[in-house]
Each structure stands twice: as structure tokens, then as C-alpha cells.
């Protein structure tokens, strides 16, 4: 199956109807307070037919968090096994990307190297804004755009000053 | 029961319509930054890559690499060089190749 | 040419049986010879009492001049009496087929043959009798031999305390028979049970009850009503298990028998009080039953309290039964009896065969004990399988035996309506609910007896390590096959017990009961309906269909094996399972009353100065109720009324004198009068 048919059956599978199943692999649980506001009514991801399961079983994605500390990689990949295939593994949160915690005797450092990971979102916490977007490229929904943001700003003085 | 839901009647509806029109949130997040090339020296560049805590940026060379995957927003790169770093507001940075994550922010190479 | 000739047959197959065993068993050859004619004598038992219920009542045949305590041996193959026989024979040919291996060759396990076929021969007497003597000394010979039974290993003391206690509640029991025995025979003139039962209307209503009230407590310290049942799981585990097996498959049932001769036939009530005591006291048995079984963790004493629930539903139906005739309902009455007798049939095939797992499981492990096991269907896969159908039997589920009989006793009881009174149509329901209780609790009981010894993973090296090579499985499996006979040839069972209920009571249900297209309806037409055949082969036809998705879908998908899913525990050790007690501890908790459990926690930081943790040693006891607030109070007195006595053995010679000085002297002046 060519990566573009896989896309093509992923958002047709799971476009209206995604069961999500979130992971902290060691995270400082900030990453899963926005995650669990995304249940609450201001974002309501039900509305977008997304929802939250316990059981890996009934799970089409896994919602990781956290730098993947070695004492967690066993349980982190049992998850991943139980999970009937087709499966789309997320990761959240900058400890997850690979920052923050680099790799040591107590953490992998990023969760791909112990998971195959699909979607990657960035944020310290992600916002739920961010959230809903990354569930909605996973599911093809909505369009993978940082690939053409440049991050530079050569010639615009009006942007306001300061990262904050 | 019915005062409360005659009250949610009176307040309307508190749900955000994201992704399907932008919400008036957004512009208040906390953002990774963006970066000026003009004010970026390799001097500037050398002392970013060491106060970032989180080890998003990087200079290669004449190149700084910025991953924007591993960055906190925590505003300390901001703070040490507020002409070479500015805010960004993206926050709709999900993708599915982590390669599209690390921008090459070019070096000024210094007039001397 | 009557039924009583393969009655003969049999009897004579168990004679010369248990003389074999008394002889050859020490070797191998024996032993197996000794079991042939064993099972030779259940095949002709259960011909004899196969054709027993269609033929109807024998005449009366007086065994030619024996004569013993001035009456002669009298016999009757009995409509009612031949459903037993049926039963007995089946499970004397289960046990037989598995004695073999699972006894080794010894002279005690010749003592054993001999007693078990003596018992069994005995049991065959007791419900061929046709006359009061003859049942009487059968069942007092029934009771010894299956003393002699429990008692296969006399060095160990729980074998001898379990089979203490059979023995003197079977002699209490038999005291209280006698006396009902006695009032009958008095009051109609009549010795044989024939005779008593044709003359029973002429009994003053008073006096039946009383007869009645003697046969249920007399009986019922048999059947293990109750509070009379204390016998039940002392003796059990200690009897080996086709010992186990053939008390709780037959003996108990002899005292059904004789509670269903009394009622239906000897000493019909009048009133519907007796019928209410009998209905509640058999509600209360089924309760009380599965409430203790549920707190057990040997597996023989558990299966010896579901007995007692079994029976307990046995005598709640017969109660009602009862009721409906005392209050003219004739075709309920009837329906219930069938019902009943049924259920008696059902549970004798999955208990006998649960026991005899049990045996194989003791053997294979060396432990009855639930908590010691785990994993056994891997290790045992045959049992596991057999010992599933049991366990599907007795838990009630469709499309087996248990369901369907269940089913009936149910319905019958949801009739209570029918009734002319309110107040009983109401009591009559309560005991239905009751009786849903105690089944939803026996489904929680066995899926605790069956999952924690046969599923997961095994506790001990012992259960890791069982082997099936060399354990009976064609004994059990008989059983089995029994089983799902009985259930899916379940109008066939009907038609032939209506056949016997007729000698009964006199009513033939006919439609009423199965009217026609494999269906059967509650002895009324506009109540239930319900076919088992078609129900088993549906749920056969509706396991198909997963099977045949997945054997239609599997092409297109390929499919991944990956460990079950356990919460992503690194390492999944045994201990973490469900133990039987933390599974039943819902039901203790809610039952706290009953079970009055004595609790010891000791945890070390309670000595330590320096409050230092470590193992903490949990205990808990049921208080076993009945014992201590009946029978050792009863026993107690007993003690006092003999220590009063004692001063008349004195020893003094003088004394003894006068004795027989006194006694000589009432004897003239009692012949002068």
C-alpha cells in the first residue's frame, strides 16, 4: 500500500471516528492536563467523532507524552502491540519530540526510539487548539502545514517583538 | 436543573467552532519563536544555542539549526536577543515527517 | 416377565461383585474384574429402571420365605422409584469405568469394593422395597455401608470425624423414618407400601402430618436439608472421590426418595402448611447451600455444598407440588413432581461427574485445594473439557440438563397464581425468588469453581506440573454424554417421567406437557413455552457464526499474535490473579451475617518498637453456625442426661442384685395381673 493510499484508507477508517488512547511515558503531566481539557466543553473533540478509550484493544491511536524513560519502554510497547492494526501513533509535548531530557542511563530521550511514530506535535504543553489540529492531520482531515512555515521573518518589522 | 439550563440558554454556546473557524484564543498562545536573520550574528547565535534549555537550537556552521520540535516557548532566547527573535504565533505545528520540524535560520555573517 | 428381573440381575452383579472385590482385588486383574461386574449391575439397574417407568407399579413379590424380624422380604418396582434406579445405574457405570485407575490394587481398596457394591446393592434394595421391613433394613444397610465407604482410610482423623458424623445423623435420621413408618403402618394396617398407600386417606389429617413432618426431618438429615446437613461437607472431602461422587449422586437423592414416597404417595397432607414448610425449608436449604459454598476453597466441600442447593431446589419444587394439590391444582402437581424428579436425574450426572474431576484433579496435583491450582486446561486438557460440561450443567446455562430442569421448577413455581389464596400464591413466589437468588449465585459460585483451578496460570509447581497420563476419562466423559442427552432429549426424558408420575398421582399431563414439535409448556398451555432441543442446536448454529466470519474474512487480513493485554505489566506473575477468596469476597462481604467470619490480622509494625514493616498474616474463619449453636449444645445435653444415668453403672455386684431382684419381681406381678 503506497503511503498516499494509506493516508487515503486512514481518513476514510478513522476521518469521523477515532478512538484515542493517551500514554505518559514520563511526562510532568501538563502535557495531560491539556490533553484532558480537550474533553471538556469549550473544545469538545466528541463533536469532531473523536473519542477517549482505556483499552489499548479499542484503540486506533496512541496519544504519547513524556521523554520515554527505560523503565516505561516495555509497558509503552506492549500498548502499542495490543492496539489492532491499522494504528497511528501521535506524539506530543516537546519531551516526546526529543527535547528537554536527552538521552541518558533513565530515558530514551524522544519516543520514536521505542514506538514508530506517525504524527509528531510540538508544544510545551500543546495547547488544545494544537491538539485538535494534530488529531486532525493524523486522520488527514486537516492539512500538515509547518512543512512551509520558514520561521524567519526577514523583512517584517511590524511583528511584534519578544517569543511570548 | 432549570435555572441552569435557562442560564446556559442566556449564555449561548461556550464551544469552540476550531478547526472549523479560528478561534480568538490563539493569539494569546505561547508560541515557539520566529527568527530575523539581520539580527542573528554567529556571536548571537552561539550564546541562543547555549542558554536554550531544551536544546532546540544548534549552529552549524553559518546555519542555526532550529528544531521547533523541541522547543518550550519559554522566552529566554527572546530575552537575550530581542532583535534577532520575535514571536511566531504558529501553533499549528502537527506534521507527519519530523524533518519539516527543523528549519535552517541562515547566520549574518558579521561586517568586520 | 417385570422390570424386577433386571432388578435380580443387578443385585446379583453387585453381590458378586463386592464378594470379588472382597477376594481379588489385590491385583490389578481383580480390580478390573470387580469394577466389569460393577458396571454390569448399573446396565441392568438402569434397564430395569427404564422400563420401570413405563411399565408402571409391579405387584408385590414376597422373596421367598426369608424371614426376618417376623416379615418376609418384599419388593415392587414403582414407577417413581424407577427414575432413581435409572440414575443409579448410570453412575454405577461412570464409577465404574473410572475405579480402575483411579484405585491402585490393595486389600484396602478391596474392603472399599466390597462396601461400595454393598452400598449399591442396598440402595437398589431400598428403592425396590414394597414393603416397610424391607425399607427399613435396606436403608439402615445403606447407611452402614456407606460408613464403611467414607471410612477408606480409618488412620486419618478427618476420615474418621467425617464419617462419624454421616453415621450418626444417618441413625437420627433413621429413628425419626421408623416413627413415621410406624404412625402409617398403625394407622392403615398395612406393612406394605402399596398397601399404606392405597389405604392413606383413611389416615386421620393430623396424624399424616405428623408421619409427614417425621419423613421430611428423618429424610431429610439424609438428603442434607438444612439444618441437618452437617454431614454433607465433613464427609466428602474425605471419602475418596468416586466415594464422594456416588454419596452425593445417589445417597442423597434416597433421601428425595423417600420425601417424595411421603408426600406423593404414603402420606399426602391435607393442609398446605406442610407443603409450605417443605417449599421453605427447601428455599432456605438452596440459600444457605450455595452461601457456604461460595466461602470454600476445597473443591470437594464446595461441590458438597452445591449439593445440598441442588437438593434444596429438589424440595422447594415438591413442596410447591404440595401445594398445588392441596389446593386441587392436579396438573401443576404432577408437572412439579416431573420436574423435580427430573432435576434429580440431572443433578446425579453432573455432580457424580464434578466429583470424579475432582479426583482426577486431586490425583494430578496432590491438592484439593482451589488456591494451590491454575493453568489445569492446558495441563489436563481432557478433564478441563468434561469438567466444563459439568460445570455448565450445574450452573443452569442452556442449552444443558440444568437449564431445562431449572426452567421447569421455575415455571412451575411462577404459577403460585393458580392457587385459590393470595397468601400462598404469594409464599410461593418468594420462593421462587428465593430460588433465582441461589441461581445466580451458583452461576458465580462455578465460574469460581471452574475459572481459579482450571484457568490463568497455575499458583504452585504442583498444578505447573500435572500430568493427564494414566487418569480416567472414559468414567467422567460417560457422564458428559449423559448430560447432553439429557438436555437435548429432553421430551424424550419428559414423556417417560410422565409415564411414572401417572402411577403417582393419577394424572397423565400428556399435551399439557409436551405438546407436540419438541416443545415442552408448563402443564399449561396459555403460560411459557419452550423447546430445549431447538434451543441447543440454535446455540450451536449461533457459535458457527463467528467461526464462519472469521474463516470468510481471514484471506484478506493478515493477523498479528501478541500477548494478552495486562496492563502493560512487565512481568505477569500468578500471584496477581484472582484467588478463589478475593473472588468470592463480594458475596462474604454481603452475607456477613451468615458467615460470621472470625478475622486475625497481625501485622508486624504492631510489635515492632520501631514500627518496621513486613508480611502481614491475614486469617479469616467462617464460624461454622450450625454446629456451634445447634449441635454442640444438642450434644451437650446429651452429655448431662447421660452423666445423670451413670450412677446406675456402678460397678457395685450388690447393686446389680437388687437389679435383678426388682426386675424378677415386676415380672411376676405384671403376669399375676
Known amino acids: 500500500m503506497t503511503p498516499e493510499d494509506l493516508r487515503e484508507t486512514i481518513a476514510r477508517q478513522f476521518g469521523r471516528s477515532l478512538h484515542v488512547r493517551t500514554l505518559d511515558t514520563g511526562s510532568c503531566a501538563v502535557c495531560e492536563q491539556e490533553i484532558r481539557l480537550l474533553a471538556a466543553p469549550h473544545y469538545d473533540l466528541n463533536r469532531l467523532g473523536f473519542f477517549f478509550t482505556p483499552a489499548p484493544r479499542h484503540a486506533d491511536l496512541l496519544l504519547v507524552t513524556g521523554p520515554m524513560i527505560r523503565a516505561f519502554a516495555v509497558a509503552a510497547r506492549k500498548s502499542y502491540d495490543a492496539m489492532p492494526g491499522p494504528k497511528i501513533v501521535v506524539a506530543t509535548g516537546a519531551c516526546a519530540l526529543g527535547g528537554v531530557y536527552p538521552e541518558d542511563p533513565f530515558t530514551h530521550g524522544a519516543v520514536d526510539a521505542v514506538l514508530p511514530v506517525d504524527v509528531w506535535i510540538p508544544g510545551c504543553p500543546p495547547s488544545p487548539l494544537a491538539l485538535l489540529h494534530g488529531l486532525g492531520v493524523a486522520v488527514g482531515r486537516l492539512a500538515d502545514k509547518v512543512r512551509d512555515l520558514p520561521f524567519t521573518e526577514a523583512n517584517d518589522p511590524e511583528r511584534s517583538r519578544g517569543a511570548s | 436543573m432549570t435555572l441552569w439550563f435557562i442560564r446556559g440558554l442566556r449564555r449561548g454556546v461556550v464551544t469552540t467552532r476550531y478547526p472549523a473557524r479560528p478561534d480568538a484564543s490563539a493569539a494569546s498562545l505561547p508560541t515557539p519563536p520566529a527568527f530575523r536573520p539581520q539580527g542573528l550574528t554567529r556571536q548571537i547565535a552561539d550564546r541562543l544555542a547555549a542558554i536554550c534549555p531544551s536544546g532546540a537550537l544548534r549552529r552549524d556552521g553559518s546555519v542555526l539549526v532550529y528544531d521547533v520540535g523541541r522547543c518550550t516557548a519559554c522566552g529566554r532566547c527572546a530575552a537575550q536577543a530581542p532583535d534577532a527573535v520575535i514571536r511566531s504565533g504558529e501553533f499549528e505545528l502537527a506534521t507527519t515527517d519530523r524533518s519539516a520540524l527543523i528549519k535552517n535560520i541562515p547566520v549574518r555573517e558579521e561586517a568586520r | ?673
Open chain 3, 1 to 673: 416377565m417385570t422390570p424386577l428381573v433386571f432388578l435380580y440381575a443387578a443385585a446379583a452383579c453387585w453381590l458378586a461383585a463386592a464378594t470379588a472385590g472382597l477376594l481379588t482385588a489385590r491385583t490389578a486383574a481383580g480390580l478390573r474384574a470387580c469394577c466389569a461386574l460393577s458396571a454390569a449391575g448399573g446396565v441392568a439397574a438402569a434397564a430395569g429402571g427404564g422400563w420401570a417407568l413405563f411399565y408402571g407399579d409391579t405387584p408385590v413379590v414376597s422373596a421367598g420365605g426369608a424371614s426376618v424380624v417376623g416379615a418376609t422380604l418384599q419388593l415392587q418396582a414403582t414407577g417413581l422409584a424407577g427414575a432413581f434406579t435409572a440414575l443409579l445405574g448410570v453412575v454405577a457405570v461412570a464409577i465404574a469405568l473410572y475405579a480402575p485407575r483411579y484405585h491402585s490394587p490393595s486389600r484396602g481398596t478391596g474392603l472399599y469394593l466390597a462396601a461400595y457394591n454393598l452400598a449399591l446393592l442396598a440402595c437398589l434394595a431400598v428403592l425396590a422395597a414394597g414393603g416397610m421391613v424391607t425399607f427399613l433394613i435396606a436403608w439402615e444397610t445403606m447407611s452402614l455401608a456407606c460408613y464403611l465407604l467414607i471410612l477408606r482410610h480409618p488412620r486419618e482423623v478427618s476420615a474418621a470425624r467425617g464419617a462419624f458424623w454421616f453415621l450418626v445423623l444417618s441413625e437420627a435420621g433413621f429413628l425419626l423414618v421408623v416413627a413415621a413408618f410406624v404412625i402409617l403402618s398403625s394407622k392403615t394396617g398395612s406393612t406394605t407400601l402399596a398397601g399404606i398407600a392405597s389405604h392413606a386417606s383413611s389416615v386421620p389429617g393430623g396424624w399424616r402430618a405428623a408421619a409427614y413432618l417425621l419423613a421430611l426431618a428423618g429424610f431429610g438429615f439424609k438428603a442434607g436439608l438444612v439444618p441437618l446437613h452437617v454431614w454433607l461437607p465433613e464427609a466428602h472431602p474425605v471419602a475418596p472421590a468416586d466415594g464422594s461422587a456416588f454419596l452425593s449422586g445417589v445417597v442423597v437423592k434416597l433421601g428425595v426418595y423417600g420425601i417424595a414416597l411421603f408426600a406423593f404417595r404414603l402420606a399426602p397432607p391435607t393442609g398446605s402448611w406442610p407443603g409450605l414448610v417443605t417449599m421453605f425449608t427447601g428455599a432456605v436449604t438452596a440459600a444457605i447451600g450455595i452461601l457456604y459454598a461460595m466461602a470454600e476453597r476445597d473443591i470437594k466441600r464446595f461441590l458438597a455444598y452445591s449439593t445440598i442447593e441442588n437438593i434444596g431446589i429438589v424440595v422447594t419444587a415438591f413442596g410447591a407440588a404440595m401445594i398445588f394439590h392441596t389446593s386441587g391444582q392436579r396438573a401443576l402437581w404432577t408437572f412439579l413432581l416431573i420436574a423435580g424428579i427430573y432435576h434429580v436425574a440431572n443433578h446425579g450426572c453432573y455432580k457424580t461427574l464434578l466429583f470424579l474431576e475432582a479426583g482426577v484433579t486431586e490425583h494430578a496435583t496432590g491438592t484439593r485445594d482451589m488456591d494451590r491450582l491454575g493453568g489445569l486446561i492446558h495441563r489436563l486438557p481432557r478433564s478441563a473439557v468434561i469438567g466444563f460440561v459439568g460445570t455448565l450443567g450445574i450452573a443452569a446455562l442452556p442449552p444443558l440438563n440444568g437449564f431445562v430442569s431449572e426452567w421447569l421448577i421455575f415455571q412451575g413455581l411462577f404459577q403460585g397464581f393458580r392457587t385459590g389464596s393470595h397468601l400462598t400464591g404469594i409464599l410461593i413466589v418468594l420462593a421462587a425468588g428465593i430460588l433465582g437468588l441461589t441461581g445466580g449465585l451458583a452461576i458465580y459460585a462455578f465460574v469460581r469453581g471452574f475459572g481459579i483451578p482450571y484457568l490463568g496460570m497455575p499458583r504452585t509447581r504442583p498444578a505447573a506440573e500435572a500430568s493427564e497420563r494414566g487418569q480416567p476419562v472414559l468414567g467422567p466423559g460417560l457422564l458428559a454424554l449423559a448430560c447432553v442427552a439429557l438436555a437435548v432429549g429432553a421430551p424424550v426424558v419428559l414423556y417417560a417421567l410422565d409415564k411414572a408420575a401417572r402411577a403417582v398421582t393419577g394424572v397423565t399431563l400428556g399435551p399439557l406437557l409436551l405438546p407436540g414439535d419438541l416443545t415442552v409448556i408448563p402443564a399449561h398451555a396459555d403460560f411459557s413455552a419452550f423447546s430445549p432441543t431447538y434451543l441447543a442446536a440454535f446455540l450451536v448454529c449461533a457459535l458457527a457464526v463467528p467461526v464462519l466470519i472469521y474463516l470468510a474474512g481471514r484471506p484478506r487480513a493478515g493477523s498479528v499474535r501478541v500477548p494478552v493485554w495486562d496492563g502493560g505489566i512487565v512481568a505477569f506473575r500468578p500471584r496477581m490473579q484472582y484467588s478463589a477468596m478475593t473472588f468470592s469476597a463480594p458475596t462474604r462481604v454481603t452475607f456477613d451475617a451468615l458467615y460470621r467470619p472470625s478475622v486475625s490480622v497481625t501485622r508486624p509494625s504492631d510489635d515492632d518498637p520501631a514500627g518496621r514493616s513486613g508480611p502481614v498474616h491475614y486469617e479469616a474463619q467462617v464460624t461454622p453456625v450450625f454446629q456451634r449453636y445447634l449441635y454442640r449444645p444438642l450434644v451437650r445435653c446429651l452429655e448431662w442426661l447421660a452423666d445423670l444415668v451413670r450412677p446406675i453403672q456402678s460397678g457395685d455386684v450388690n447393686l446389680y442384685l437388687l437389679y435383678v431382684f426388682a426386675v424378677i419381681l415386676l415380672a411376676y406381678l405384671l403376669g399375676a395381673v
